[in-house]
């Protein structure tokens, strides 16, 4: 199946340094989503966009669903060490009868002491 | 809060077993999907479900069933476990109503075939 182009694929950062990371893709999407992954654990969603354009924010983490609709960007402000992690961006058509999600291939946050 | 729970966190099977991975979710959600995450490959899509007693295979089938009796619990069986599926194991579910999309995972099984 398809997967998304997401970058960077791994970032090392200091603590309270800004993060961001983007997704991308050759299709349109209707929905995006965004996912953080802790070490052995499911996925825990932490924001979901619906609009072209649309900016929302869930705490220090702010995302945006691209004015193409091709893409999606993803910002964490003044990192914090349980903010490591792998990031997934994932798309949907949003047709009825097709729930299947897009993953991207994952950011990798790495907080440096 | 939406809540998925998987049978277990983690599972050592031998090759040849028939392996059962049970799914609840307590949201009354229509959708019911089972993922396999493999490092450099992300997450895959082996079946989903939209209703009770449907399912609908998704990119990675081969090797796996499923079943749907009720609308709160689904399982992945594997009929004859091999070491290539030594993988994670990951089960989702979302509403099918309204303009909510949203995937919500469990906590994943990681699962050893030796």
């Known amino acids: 199946g398809q997967q998304l182009n997401q970058s960077p694929q791994s970032m090392f950062i200091q603590e309270g340094e800004d993060v961001s990371m983007n997704c991308t893709s050759s299709?349109?999407?209707?929905?995006w989503l965004w996912y953080k992954q802790d070490p052995g654990e499911g996925p825990v969603l932490l924001i979901a966009l619906y609009k072209a354009g649309e900016l929302t924010s869930n705490g220090r983490l702010t995302a945006q669903f691209g004015i193409t609709r091709k893409d999606s960007f993803l910002n964490i402000s003044a990192s914090i060490p349980s903010d490591v992690g792998i990031y997934f961006c994932?798309?949907?058509?949003?047709?009825?009868?097709?729930?299947?999600?897009?993953f991207g291939t994952g950011t990798r946050l790495t907080i440096i002491p | 809060d939406v809540k998925v729970t998987q049978s277990s966190r983690y599972l050592v099977k031998r090759t040849g077993e028939k392996v059962f991975l049970e799914c609840v979710q307590d949201m009354d959600h229509e959708n019911m999907f089972w993922y396999r995450q493999d490092p450099g490959l992300g997450l895959r899509l082996i079946y989903f479900s939209y209703d009770v007693k449907m399912k609908e295979k998704g990119d990675i089938p081969e090797g796996y069933s499923v079943s749907r009796e009720k609308k709160e619990r689904f399982s992945l069986i594997l009929e004859s476990a091999s070491t290539n599926q030594t993988s994670m194991y990951l089960c989702a579910s979302s509403t099918g109503q309204g303009a909510v999309y949203e995937q919500y995972f469990g906590p994943g099984t990681r699962l050893t075939v030796t």
């Open positions: 994932a798309g949907q058509v949003r047709d009825f009868g097709n729930e299947k999600l897009t």
């Open positions: 299709s349109i999407f209707n929905t």
